[in-house]
Nanobody, 122 residues
Framework: QLQACGGGLVQAGGSLRLSCSVS????????MAWFRQTPGKEREYVSG????????SYADAVKGRFTISRNNDRNIVYLQMTGLKPEDTAVYYC?????????????????WGQGTLVTVSS
């Protein structure tokens, strides 16, 4: 089970940190990722991290502003978001994959959290 939190309302240029706690399963064997979705649009990849943190990737839209990390002792994955823009407004979902390798295709992720809303005002 994945539980995401940390969303909220922030002004443009501000920062937020999202957290996703994972219960059940073997967290340190899971590839973890964040996706986001706005009304009327498809869910899109934001960032992903390998099980041992040796590899991470980012969508071009967030590269240099967002940082993904994980704590395998606490079964938590984070998304630190800085320099937020109004276009970052979305519901953010954490996801877990039992497959090897960080992938941007959401079909590769078997487990999903409930989403947390991030709203960035201009």
């Amino acid at each position: 089970q994945l539980q995401a939190c940390g969303g909220g309302l922030v002004q443009a240029g501000g920062s937020l940190r999202l957290s996703c706690s994972v219960s059940g399963g073997t967290f340190n064997m899971l590839v973890m990722a964040w996706f986001r979705q706005t009304p009327g649009k498809e869910r899109e990849y934001v960032s992903g991290i390998s099980w041992n943190s040796d590899y991470s990737s980012y969508a071009d839209a967030v590269k240099g502003r967002f940082t993904i990390s994980r704590n395998n002792d606490r079964n938590i994955v984070y998304l630190q978001m800085t320099g937020l823009k109004p276009e970052d407004t979305a519901v953010y979902y954490c996801a877990a994959s039992e497959s090897v390798g960080v992938r941007r295709d959401l079909s590769r992720y078997e487990h999903w959290g409930q989403g947390t809303l991030v709203t960035v005002s201009s």
